[in-house]
């Protein structure tokens, strides 16, 4: 697997010379490596299996169970797989550079999104849907008492 | 009684941030309301909604604080519905109200609080909570908006960014997703129908609901400034001329990031931030000043001029 800096080079070094769709698979294929650096950094293992076709789906699903603050990039992670279809579907469509270019977008937010979180300790902590992992269930309740 | 009827009058809880960064929000929020012939009545005393801050610290007296407002506004106000504008208010409203009614607990807790704060104990299902964008669309709708459209939004593209919040976790916005002319989770629609009725044209933004790093601001700002010039550069690439916002955090996050990207990164991403409270009242008649353009960070002036706004 690429380091993570190497996966921003990748995804800087797009568009290339390659046909679209080997871009976009690519990008796909970038975007599940960004993924499993989430999962993998959670002492997890990254799931082969795929959801509605596509394995960066199902590592998604994978990477926000037990931190919902993770799903903030759940639509990112489909919109990649919307590009993707309509790239890979339609290469020929007059718009196919224009879709390559968001999807390069997107894929770069997604990679952003994970690299900052895995940069800061336990940064999922402090994003509005997480929930508070710092606190034991005794301190919690010591603070309600003084409330 | 109709939920367009309903709508007509709400109770209003502005929230911490609509008094500070997001007062442009808080200004154009009222205006379009009084315009449209919508009455809001302010949630009195109400309190901060606990926010990220509280909830991190303990999530059961953030779901009191938030109930706290429900419960002024259904036992002292005799109000049904509170419209909260800010997604953070909107989001952490819909989780007390989740909370109360599946987690007995959280009910404990909230009951032992509000005794001990002098107030009636909100109960599940006493108010009905609602962002800025049910509000108007469920009230005056996209054909009421078209018909009270004094200058039309015609030739401004955006793109309509709707961040994380309003839409997330999705089972505590049970009417979401719940058939035609619902909100969606995964393409929030109802900022574009409401900018469309008043002529602008929407871009196909593939960004309108990722994190702009708002939560991060303060602890990793380069993190947030990244996040957000990539949001800023692809609504620029789908042909955006404003980002169109409905989060004071949002919106706030987007302007100063801008402006810390040309600093610090000496990138510039010449697009206009607002608040879609701000484009439908000038859409409505209502001078720029009316709505809090000059409250704003970034500077829409000139744009709002040539586009005959201003």
Redesign the interface.
């Known amino acids: 697997m690429r380091r993570l800096a190497e996966l921003e080079a990748a995804i800087d070094s797009l568009p290339g010379e390659n046909d679209a769709v080997q871009q976009a698979e690519a990008l796909l294929k970038v975007s599940e490596e960004v993924v499993e650096h989430w999962i993998m950094g959670r002492g997890d293992t990254p799931t082969d299996e795929t959801r509605e076709g596509f394995r960066l789906l199902a590592l998604h699903r994978q990477g926000a169970k037990g931190d ?1 603050s993770f ?6 992670c ?2 990649i797989a ?2 993707y279809n309509l790239v890979t579907m339609q290469p020929e469509h007059g718009e196919t550079m ?1 879709r390559l ?2 999807m390069k ?2 894929c ?2 997604l990679y ?2 994970i690299s ?1 979180k895995m ?2 300790a336990e ?1 999922g ?8 992992i ?2 034991a269930p005794e301190a ?1 309740k010591q ?2 008492k003084e ?1 | 009684m109709t939920t367009k009827d309903k709508y007509k009058k709400v109770a209003y809880y502005p929230g911490c941030a609509l008094e500070g960064t997001g007062h442009s929000y808080n200004r154009s929020t009222k205006a379009v309301g009084k315009a449209l012939g919508l009455d809001l009545v302010e949630v009195k005393n109400w309190n901060c909604c606990g926010a990220m801050e509280v909830k991190n610290v303990d999530p059961k007296l953030q779901t009191y604080l938030s109930s706290r407002v429900m419960s002024i506004a259904a036992n002292e106000m005799d109000m049904d519905v509170v419209m909260a504008p800010c997604n953070g208010c909107y989001h952490n409203l819909k989780k007390a109200e989740y909370d109360l009614a599946n987690d007995k607990e959280s009910v404990d807790v909230v009951d032992k609080l509000s005794k001990k704060a002098g107030h009636k104990t909100y109960e599940s299902g006493q108010v009905e909570t609602i962002h800025a964008l049910d509000w108007i669309k469920d009230s005056i709708g996209e054909d009421g908006l078209a018909e009270r459209v004094k200058n039309s939004l015609s030739g401004i593209k955006i793109a309509n960014y709707y961040g994380c919040m309003y839409t997330r976790p999705r089972h505590i916005f049970p009417e979401k997703d719940a058939g035609p002319g619902s909100e969606s989770t995964s393409k929030p629609h109802f900022m574009d129908d409401l900018l469309a009725a008043a002529g602008a044209e929407n871009v196909d933004f593939p960004l309108k609901t990722a994190c702009c790093g708002g939560a991060h601001t303060l602890s990793d700002s380069d993190t947030s400034t990244k996040l957000v010039l990539n949001i800023l550069k692809t609504a620029k690439m789908a042909g955006a001329d404003v980002i169109a916002t409905e989060c004071p955090t949002c919106h706030t996050g987007l302007e100063m990031h801008q402006i810390r990207a040309e600093k610090t990164l000496g990138v510039t991403v010449d697009i206009k931030i607002l608040y879609f409270t701000q484009l439908l009242g000038m859409a409505l008649g209502l001078k720029p000043k009316k709505v809090g353009v000059h409250e704003n960070i970034s500077d829409s002036r000139s744009f709002l001029k040539e586009k005959g706004l201003a």
Request: with cysteine; hydrophobic share 30%.
């Open positions: 919902p799903n903030a990039c759940r639509e990112t489909r919109e919307y590009h224009h270019d968001m977008m997107i770069n937010h952003l999104f900052g940069q800061v940064l902590e402090f994003c509005c849907s997480s929930k508070p710092r606190l919690r603070t309600r409330a």
